[in-house]
């Protein structure tokens, strides 16, 4: 097994282990591709960054000639507002920065009154150039997924890898360990080093939320970074939910949708895009599951 080097990229971490033997140059390779994919994205993308090309497209609310990958992020977001009943929405970082979560992490809300955009009526795309009417565009909800996807194609279809493991940001994307199935820990939300149960990848991937990951409290209130944008009001909920999905981006994405709407409430799509689900409650110490997601 190869561990290559942990890259930074996107306000977090990236690694990968490759489980069949490779030369040091060819590990070197892989690493290199990654790094500068890594890069890029971080460049282009990054909402925290001023001059990353979504933050300019979010002042300027117009990019002309936008290129396909952008195209794909931005239409992704909103079949993610359709398939989630309108609960998972790309645009509610208008939302998180008056609640406190903005660029400078002030966590000091300015407002209680808060409206999120449509993306159908705030957002025209075409290929000659893309337009945001109102609000700013945050696609950190399904990102890292969508970017451990291209990495996990990459490996696969450049590298001619078939065996491996990709993290990032505790998103995971897995094929499998000579075809026997990868196991993973399931982190407490709440408890350092301390696991609540384990399961196992095989050609899929995995994503955690939890709404103790990013909370802060001001003037006796408590907000978090995940905003019911039918409400605009932070879940303050006990939760930490874990998915398992054929693809980064779906795991990435649910795994924030199901901190604000119970799986009862998606059935019949989480059982379209075979989406399997625990859910830990804090306050009760309970482990549930849901479609199939299965521990060891």
């Not at 290129?67 to 239409?75: D, K, R, Y």
């Not at 994307?173 to 095989?202: D, K, V």
């Not at 909370?215 to 879940?235: A, M, P, Q, V």
């Amino acid at each position: 097994m190869t561990t290559l080097p942990v890259i930074t990229g996107l306000g977090t971490t990236w690694w990968a282990e490759v489980f069949e033997e490779i030369i040091p140059e060819k590990a070197q390779s892989v690493y290199d591709d990654m790094r500068l994919t890594i890069n890029r994205f971080d460049k282009q993308y990054s909402r925290f960054d001023g001059h990353s090309k979504l933050s300019i497209f979010n002042a300027a609310r117009k990019l002309p000639n936008p290129n396909a990958e952008t195209i794909a992020l931005l239409e992704y977001g909103i079949q993610l507002y359709h398939d989630t009943h309108e609960v998972f929405n790309f645009l509610a970082s208008k939302d998180l920065e008056p609640h406190g979560y903005d660029a400078l992490y002030s966590f000091t809300p300015k407002t209680e009154s808060l409206t999120t955009p449509n993306p159908d009526h705030a957002l025209f795309i075409s290929p000659e150039k893309i337009i945001l009417t109102i609000g700013h565009v945050d696609i950190s909800g399904y990102i890292k997924g969508y970017l451990l996807d291209l990495i996990a194609a990459r490996l696969q279809n450049i590298h001619k890898l078939n065996y491996f493991l990709i993290n990032g940001d505790g998103n995971k994307r897995a094929t499998s360990n000579f075809g026997e199935p990868i196991t993973i820990n399931l982190a407490h939300p709440t408890l350092a080093h301390t696991y609540l149960a384990q399961t196992t990848l095989y050609n899929e991937s995995f994503a955690a939320s939890s709404t103790h990951k990013r909370h802060w409290e001001y003037e006796e209130s408590t907000y978090t970074h995940s905003i019911d944008t039918k409400i605009s009001k932070s879940n303050d909920a006990s939760l930490a939910v874990f998915v398992k999905a054929p693809e980064a981006k779906l795991a990435d994405a649910w795994a924030t949708t199901l901190l604000l709407s119970a799986p009862e409430n998606h059935t019949a799509k989480l059982v379209e895009k075979n989406i399997k689900i625990a859910l830990f409650e804090t306050s009760s110490g309970h482990l549930h599951y849901y479609h199939g997601f299965q521990n060891i």
